[in-house]
């Protein structure tokens, strides 16, 4: 049974060769598939394998291949009555991996351009965010203050009023920012005597009589008119 023939092979990466064939049925004997054999081009030891199942087939990507190196490949048609003649020999090289020079850099302007707007936007998220807080410190103090002040005023006018209580009690009555004080007066006996109807020496007459009778002299029971004559006894 004739083999295929490799018309065309590309290496498609460092690790990878893609592989096209051509296979005639002029013996009008039908394949189930192809084998695909593959080994280092400076290797003498044996092919590995691949199994390539179908008979409609034509390529193949041989992967998991070493970068930068040459390979011989090789291939056969089979069938359950076998395989075939091996089709011509094709020897490909893997691409090399990609040097440090010739990876794509991105421009210096655009990366510094893209930072510099994040930074922007990270600096004003931050300022905002020390803004709440430092409002919302100050409201707490204000409120704070004032209900200190509120408690204070409070316990001020507790204290007053305390204090005004204590002074009713005492007989002290408040009359505005001055105090009052109720007095007991004791009413001389002789002030309902106008003086100017005794004499000096009848007046002190008229005591010396009472106090040698024993008795207080009432302002009630005591007129001028008796003063007078109780004096004049004297």
Known sequence: MQGPIIRRVKAESS????????????????????YIYYRLTQSAGDYLKITVAGSN????????????????????????????????????????????????????????????????DLLYIVLGAIAGVLVLVVAVFVVLFILRHRHKRQTCEQGASDHNSNLQQNGHIA??????????????????????????????????TQISNGHRISPMDLSAEDIIVKAEDV
């Open 15 to 34: 690790t990878a060769i893609t592989l096209s064939w051509e296979y005639s049925d002029l013996d009008a004997v039908d394949v189930e598939g192809f």
């Open 57 to 120: 087939t034509r390529s193949y990507t041989v992967s998991y291949l070493l970068p930068d190196t040459s390979y011989d490949i090789k291939m056969q048609c089979f069938n359950v009555a076998g395989a075939s003649e091996f089709s011509n020999i094709c020897t490909h090289k893997t691409l090399a991996l990609p040097s440090m020079g010739e990876k794509k850099v991105t421009p210096v302007p655009d990366l510094l351009e893209s930072s510099g707007s994040g930074d922007k």
């Open 175 to 208: 009359n505005g920012d001055y105090f009052t004080t109720q007095s007991r007066i004791t009413i001389n006996p002789l002030d309902s005597i106008e003086l100017s109807e005794l004499s000096r020496e009848k007046y002190a007459a008229a005591i010396v």
